[in-house]
C-alpha cells in the first residue's frame, strides 16, 4: 500500500485468503463448497471441489459427498463439455469412495446418480466386484 499499489494488495490478499481456505479440514471445505454453488458462486465452488478431486485424500463419505455435488453441477450446465468433465469426475470420486469401502449396493438404489446410468464406467463401477 505504501508503494501506491492498492490493486496488487488487493490480490494479494484474495490470494492469501484461497491458501488459507485450503488449509481448512475436507469436512468443511465440503461444507463451503456446497454453500458457495447455491449462492450462485459456481466458478468458486468447482475451483475448491477441484482442488479436493486433485489434492486431498478424502474418506469414502467425502469422495461420495464430492460426487453428489459434481453430478449437481453436470445438471445445471448447458456446456456439453463441461458436463462430461463434471460426470467423469463424479464417476472417479465414487469409485474412490467404494475403493475406501463406501458401500456399492447403496449407489445402485441412489437415485441422485440417475443421470450417470447411461454411462459406461458408472455402470462396470457398479457391476464390478
Known amino acids: ?19 488459507d481456505e485450503a488449509l481448512d479440514s475436507p469436512r468443511f471445505r465440503l461444507i463451503r463448497l456446497d454453500d458457495r454453488a447455491r449462492k450462485g458462486e459456481t466458478d468458486r465452488a468447482l475451483q ?11 474418506t469414502e463419505n467425502q469422495w461420495h459427498e464430492l460426487a ?8 445445471k450446465t448447458a ?18 469412495a467404494v475403493e475406501q469401502g463406501y ?3 447403496h ?7 440417475g443421470s450417470l446410468t447411461q454411462r459406461e464406467d458408472f455402470r462396470r463401477l457398479l457391476n464390478s466386484k
Not at 475448491?48 to 478424502?58: P, T
Open 1 to 19: 500500500l505504501k508503494l501506491g499499489n492498492a490493486a496488487q494488495y488487493q490480490r494479494d490478499l484474495d490470494r492469501l485468503k484461497d491458501l
Open 48 to 58: 475448491e471441489a477441484d482442488d479436493l478431486f486433485q489434492n486431498v485424500d478424502l
Open 68 to 75: 453428489v455435488f459434481y453430478v449437481a453441477m453436470s445438471t
Open 79 to 96: 456446456d456439453a463439455g463441461v458436463r462430461e468433465t463434471m460426470a467423469a469426475r463424479a464417476v472417479v470420486s465414487l469409485g474412490n
Open 103 to 105: 458401500p456399492r449396493d
Open 107 to 113: 449407489l445402485i438404489r441412489d437415485s441422485g446418480f
